[in-house]
């Protein structure tokens, strides 16, 4: 695939989502956790039609990597071996290989990734090498399978507790073995229906940049207040707004780590017009103000 390579890049793609765990969650709620430090996710990701996406990592990754292709096509070279990859095709590369990969320019794909470790999951990567022969295989693509990343995304996204971090990757190696057990996966595997909060949480997401009142999240899913604050706080634990303003704190942190915006256009950015309330609200959340934590993440890096 020929590309002019200036217009390469790892990340920056319209209607992308992706997080990176920081490393001091990751030392305390993941490598210290003995419900998941033998499989827990690192980072995690969504790229639609990510023209010009490219990444080489001449000494490989520290963790292994998964990359589903439910769109387009790409390449990736793995020990000077070439493979394509189209839609329905996944990817695993096993932490420390040297390796390669890329968005096809005309056609490029969509992708959700991830990165994680755990001395669990290198075995089901050496089973799903054992059951292929190759990292490479094919899957039909099910709903099921996509739920589940965005449970994962979604759970982790809200916050870094140990409750959150355990759960996420808890449902981490049920969304792994559906790579290695592809065939067990049937609509009746996982229940796909998609309830009013759901609807109502992908409705927040979708108008992250807009200030949202109770009336606004009822007459979307067209269910009385009472109602839907009720069954929203017994199904999250927390009220519609209270859940809206972790969402938009949490989408704040992402432009924290992995932009220059100021942070009063962080605040423009998440739908609240008021710089030093959006200050407050974060630092109630996350228990550092935005100036801090931005500069504990970069140092982190």
Same mark, same amino acid.
């Given at each position: ?37 033998? $499989? ?8 639609? =039609?990510?023209?010009? *996406?490219?990444?080489?990592?001449? =000494?490989?990754? &520290? ?39 890329? $968005?096809?320019?005309? +056609?490029?794909? @969509? ?8 001395? &669990? @999951? ?18 039909? /693509? ?13 759970? #982790? ?5 140990? !409750?959150?971090?355990?759960?996420? +990757? ?9 790579? %290695? ?14 309830? #009013? ?14 200030? %949202? ?13 009472? *109602? /839907? ?6 199904? @999250?634990?927390?009220?519609?707004? !209270?859940? #809206? ?6 989408? $704040?942190?992402?432009? %924290? ?10 605040? /423009? ?6 710089? /030093? ?19 504990? +993440?970069?140092?982190?890096?």
């Amino acid at each position: 695939m020929n590309s002019d390579s200036t217009n390469f890049k790892k990340d920056g793609f319209d209607g992308q989502k992706k997080l990176v765990l920081p490393k001091s969650v990751i030392s305390k709620f993941c490598l210290n956790n003995s419900l998941i430090n033998k $499989a827990f996710v690192t980072d995690i990701g969504y790229y639609p =039609k990510a023209k010009y *996406h490219y990444m080489e990592r001449p =000494k490989g990754a &520290q963790q292994n990597v998964l990359i589903y292709c439910v769109e387009g096509r790409g390449e990736i070279i793995i020990e000077q071996k070439a493979s394509v990859i189209t839609a329905g095709n996944f990817f695993l590369i096993p932490n420390g290989k040297p390796h390669t990969y890329r $968005a096809d320019p005309e +056609n490029p794909w @969509t992708i959700y990734w991830c990165h994680f470790s755990g001395e &669990q @999951t290198d075995r089901i990567i050496q089973q799903i090498n054992d059951k292929y022969g190759a990292f490479k295989a094919g899957v039909s /693509y099910n709903d099921a399978r996509i739920d589940l990343f965005e449970k994962i995304f979604n759970t #982790l996204e809200i916050d870094y507790s140990f !409750e959150s971090v355990s759960y996420a +990757n808890l449902i981490f190696i049920q969304f792994l073995s559906l790579f %290695l057990f592809a065939e067990k996966l049937n609509p009746s595997f996982i229940d796909n229906d998609v309830d #009013l909060i759901q609807k109502s949480i992908k409705f927040m997401e979708k108008n992250m940049d807009k200030s %949202l009142t109770i009336n606004d999240l009822t007459n979307h899913i067209n269910v009385s207040p009472s *109602h /839907y604050s009720s069954v929203f706080k017994k199904k @999250t634990g927390f009220s519609p707004i !209270e859940y #809206l303003n972790r969402l938009k704190i949490h989408k $704040a942190c992402y432009y %924290l780590q992995f932009t220059n915006l100021r942070i009063k256009e962080i605040a /423009y950015k998440v739908g609240i017009d008021d710089q /030093y309330y959006f200050s407050r609200l974060f630092n109630k959340t996350m228990e550092f103000s935005p100036s801090v934590y931005r500069e504990q +993440n970069l140092s982190l890096k």
